[in-house]
Every structure is written in C-alpha cells, then in structure tokens.
C-alpha cells in the first residue's frame, strides 16, 4: 500500500474516531462471510459499527487521542466495534455473538477514554447505565417506603387501640 493511500485511510479513521472514548477490540478472522454480514447488520440495528482495520493505519490513527492505549491490543486480524449503546452494551452484545460463534475473539476494550484497557468479556459482565440508574432510584426510595411503612403500621395500631377504647367507652 502506498504511502498517499495510508495517510489517506489514517486521517479517515482519525477522523471517524473523533469524539468516541468507547471502542471494543475483537478478532472475527475465523467467522465466515455470511455470519460477518449477519453480525453487521445485528449490530447496526442496534447503533453499533463494526470496522476491520489495518493495524498499522489504525495505531498511526489512534495515536495522540484517548483511544491510544488499544495500540496494544491491535494484534492480528482486528475489528473496531462502537456504537450509541454504552461500552458495557456492545460488550455484552459481542459477547452473545461470541458465545453463539467460537471462532470470535473478543480482546479488550476501552470505557469512557480510561487508559486502563479492559478485557470485554469483563466489560460484558458490568451492569449497564439503565441498571444502575434502576438500583440508584431503587436505593434513593428505599428509606423513605421503609419510614412509610413504619409509619404506616404504627398508625394503624394506634387507630386499632383508639377504636377499641371509644367500643369501650360506648359499651359502658
């Protein structure tokens, strides 16, 4: 590949990858051409692209910004997989694909611009924004449905003893 076709391909993923700080690395060298198209179009339903890249393109292209540190994991045949969804989304939707085709690797992957490359079946394994935000309300509401509650019982008996003082009182 020439030199002018490089830097060309270089400034088109740099380009491409400007403003994303979320990017899983997989190999899917062993899928073949049906399944890689039908795993494209999954994902794309779903927000998420799939790029194979040039290494070597894809190592001068990342360099400087805050998906540099996925250098490491560009080895052999690799994809770049982002997309709308959170990082741990895609990772679990890889995932899936990797449980149902053995010959996906998945490598690692990069959360929110964190230098610390994490491995994507870990990624897969976090809880995603919407369950998180489901346990925080859930955590938010606790106390005060508990203090309800007490609330509530405590009233109740007090009305119980209330009622049967004024039964005691109407009887006599």
Request: glycine content about 8%; hydrophobic content about 40%.
């Given at each position: 590949?020439?030199?002018?076709?490089?830097?060309?391909?270089?400034?088109?993923?740099?380009?491409?990858?400007?403003?994303?700080?979320?990017?899983?690395?997989?190999?899917?060298s062993g899928l073949d051409a049906i399944n890689t198209n039908l795993?494209?179009?999954?994902?794309?339903?779903?927000?998420?692209?799939?790029?194979?890249?040039?290494?070597?393109?894809?190592?001068?292209?990342?360099?400087?910004?805050?998906?540099?540190?996925?250098?490491?994991?560009?080895?052999?045949?690799?994809?770049?997989?982002?997309?709308?969804?959170?990082?741990?989304?895609?990772?679990?939707?890889?995932?899936?694909?990797?449980?149902?085709?053995?010959?996906?690797?998945?490598?690692?992957?990069?959360?929110?611009?964190?230098?610390?490359?994490l491995e994507v079946k870990d990624l897969s394994l976090m809880k995603?924004?919407?369950?998180?935000?489901?346990?925080?309300?859930?955590?938010?509401?606790?106390?005060?449905?508990?203090?309800?509650?007490?609330?509530?019982?405590?009233?109740?008996?007090?009305?119980?003893?209330?009622?049967?003082?004024?039964?005691?009182?109407?009887?006599?």
């Amino acid at each position: 590949m020439s030199k002018p076709v490089k830097d060309l391909m270089t400034s088109e993923i740099r380009t491409q990858y400007e403003g994303i700080d979320s990017v899983c690395v997989i190999d899917i060298s062993g899928l073949d051409a049906i399944n890689t198209n039908l795993m494209r179009g999954e994902l794309k339903k779903q927000n998420i692209r799939m790029q194979v890249v040039k290494n070597s393109v894809a190592r001068r292209a990342l360099s400087g910004s805050v998906l540099e540190p996925l250098a490491k994991s560009l080895a052999g045949p690799c994809a770049l997989v982002y997309g709308e969804p959170a990082i741990t989304d895609i990772a679990k939707e890889l995932a899936k694909w990797a449980k149902m085709h053995k010959t996906i690797a998945l490598k690692t992957g990069i959360m929110e611009g964190d230098p610390d490359l994490l491995e994507v079946k870990d990624l897969s394994l976090m809880k995603g924004k919407t369950e998180l935000v489901g346990e925080i309300g859930m955590l938010v509401s606790s106390p005060g449905s508990n203090l309800a509650s007490q609330l509530g019982s405590s009233a109740g008996k007090i009305a119980g003893c209330l009622k049967a003082m004024i039964e005691k009182n109407e009887a006599a």
